[in-house]
Structures are given as C-alpha cells and as structure tokens.
C-alpha cells in the first residue's frame, strides 16, 4: 500500500504528531502470534510489573490503560469517593484538555487554581485546601500535578517533596499525570522515582504514547493505601484492553532499557536547540523557560500564520499571539534547524 504520508514532514504542534519509534513496532511483532490469554492475564502484561517495580519501587502497581485522559480518570476516581474533589492547577490538563472527562465521566469535582508556571506549590495549594468537614463544599482529597507541566516547566524533586509533604500534612493525597515524566526525568538527569515514589506521590498516570509507543498509558499506583478498585474501575471506563499483550509489550521495549531515556534526551535536547535558534530573532520573544521538550513564543500573528504554511503548530493563547512548538523523539537537528531558518525567512519577509 502507498503511504498517505509525506515522510519527511515534520511538526511542532505536539510530541503526539511523531510515529512509533522502531523499537517499539518491532515489540509488537514480537509480541504477535499464538494465542495469549485476553484481558491482561497474558505473560507480557505480567512481565510488565518487574519492569515498573524496578523503576518505581516495590510497592508500585501498573494498570495499562488506553489514552492519558483516561489514565488520570481512573487514577483520580479510584482516589476518591463521590463527595471529594481534586485540587489542580488552572492549566492542568485534566482541566483544559479532556473534554470534561473527569466531571462527566469520572463525575470528579475539580478545584483549580491559577499559577504563574503552571506549577503548584504548598501556598497555591491552600487557596482551595479548605472547608474540610463542611457538608456544602466538595472535600479537597487529591492534589493532582503534572511533571512536565502543561506551560512546559518541570518540577524538581524538592519541589516535590515539599508539596507531597504539605498535601500529605493536610491529609491529601497526591497524583502526578506523568504525560511527559520521562522529559522531566531526562531534563534533571535524575531516575523517575526521584520525582514520584521518592518524593511521596501517590498515583501515577505515565505516559507512553508520547514518547514513541504506538497507544498505551499507565494508572501505576506507588501507595498501595491510596486508590483501591482499580482492577474493576478500568473495566467501567471501558480501558481494559482484551488485547493487552500489545500495549505492555510496547511499555516493556519503553522501559526495561534506555529507551525512554534516549527519547526524552532527544526530544529535550531538540527544544533547547529551537529555543537557542530563535532565541536571537527579531519579533520573536520566548515567553516562558524552555525546561524540556516544549518552546513557548510570542511573535506577530501574520507571521504565525505564514510560518503555519509551512509547518504545523498550535496558537497557545490567542490575545497574546503565544504559540507553542513542541518537540518529539523523532525531531531532529535538521527538522529544527528547517523550522529556524522559514521562521527567520517569515520574519524578514
Ligand atoms: C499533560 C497531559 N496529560 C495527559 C495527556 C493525555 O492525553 P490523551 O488522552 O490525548 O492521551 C496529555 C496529552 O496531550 C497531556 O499533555
């Protein structure tokens, strides 16, 4: 069959935009053939939680489950019961970009809070850390972040420790929707533990679709005491696959080497190349510190939309003529170098 694809185009509109790195197709022919038993009784869905445990601890538990959204629908309904609500930044993905998914299908009420970074901290949390034991408001149960945040910053383990330990004080529990906490892993040089187990949190939704698998992310429970029903949960939000060899046989080529860690280096490193390559450009203004894999800009809207011509990204705040340009694993020097040079010519035109 021809491709429907040009190869060679590239985008900067998401890490989402990239195929399926190599390695992980080759885990899911591996994986093909013969007959397994369905629904996640099959022995790669069962090799999967050494693999998970050998990062995140002996306690940790992984659930795989479909998509992100439905990774922390699952993770933040089975921390809750119906009365209780999770505490988030205003920016947080659960907030802005899942269709409502949390309120209409978790029926999860979400208590926001703006933040300058798209980080949470002890403070930011006690804006709605409030009214416990008052029948009239939802009760704060969760404290729910992202690493890396949505605005493209990264938490580092102290910063982490410290919210863990405010919202643990305070008797909440802590979810980390790790959509790219292999970016925030690599951008510190630090083992993924140390920005969850290590640092008290304790339910994590980790991502692996944007790091090169083809579809899969995971619930992975580090607190045994924090979530309990998921074996049933995932089934209700129709995220048990019957299929699941392929999704574990994915996350095992991701995780039981370097994998993840050579993808996220180079998606990191191709964001600190753009950022460096347009940083210099006139009319053209990084608008927030480029931390992993995203570069946030501001720069005039005719020029956006010429550059958009060309390659494809998405406007992050309109008012502002903010887009976001956002790298992948398959990114490549020439593919940001390319993308430099048509933004200088844009810019000069
Ligand atoms: C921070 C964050 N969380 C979760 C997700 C997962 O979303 P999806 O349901 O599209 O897999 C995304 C994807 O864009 C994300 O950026």
Redesign the pocket.
């Known amino acids: 069959m021809t491709p429907r694809h040009d190869p060679h185009l590239k985008a900067f509109a998401?890490d989402?935009y990239a195929g399926v790195h190599p390695e992980i197709l080759q885990a899911i022919v591996a994986a093909n053939g013969g007959h397994q038993i369905s629904y996640g009784e099959d022995v790669y869905t069962e090799a999967l939680q050494d693999v998970f445990r050998n990062h995140f601890g002996e306690r940790a538990r992984a659930w795989p489950v479909f998509?992100?959204?439905a990774a922390?629908v699952v993770s933040l309904r089975a921390m809750t019961a119906q009365w209780e609500a999770v505490i988030c930044a205003e920016s947080a993905?659960i907030n802005t970009?899942e269709g409502g998914a949390p309120e209409v299908v978790g029926g999860i009420k979400l208590l926001t809070v703006p933040t300058p970074d798209g980080k949470l901290t002890p403070e930011l949390i006690d804006r709605q850390a409030w009214g416990f034991g008052d029948v009239h408001r939802a009760q704060p149960r969760v404290v729910s972040i992202?690493n890396t945040t949505?605005l493209g910053t990264v938490y580092t383990p102290a910063e982490l420790t410290a919210l863990c330990a405010h919202a643990h004080d305070l008797g909440l529990l802590v979810h980390l929707?790790g959509?790219?906490l292999t970016n925030a892993a690599a951008a510190l040089d630090v083992p993924m533990r140390a920005l969850t187990t290590d640092a008290g949190v304790d339910v994590l939704s980790f991502g692996g679709?944007k790091i090169g698998l083809m579809y899969g992310?995971a619930v992975v429970v580090l607190n045994p005491d924090a979530a309990g029903g998921i074996d049933c949960l995932r089934k209700t939000f129709m995220q048990l696959s019957s299929k699941m060899r392929f999704v574990s046989a994915q996350f095992e080529a991701l995780l039981a080497g370097d994998l993840w860690l050579r993808n996220a280096r180079q998606a990191n490193a191709m964001g600190r190349r753009l950022a460096a390559a347009v940083r210099e450009l006139p009319g053209v203004e990084l608008s927030r510190p480029v931390e992993a894999n995203a570069v946030f800009a501001v720069l005039p809207a005719d020029v956006a939309e010429r550059l958009r011509k060309r390659f494809r990204f998405y406007t992050w705040n309109a008012d502002l003529g903010e887009v976001r340009w956002m790298c992948a694993f398959d990114t490549t020097e020439a593919d940001v170098d390319a993308f430099a040079a048509a933004l200088a010519e844009e810019l000069a035109a």
Do not use: Q, V
């Open positions: 998401s989402n998509n992100g959204t922390n993905h970009d992202s949505e929707d959509s790219r679709t992310e």
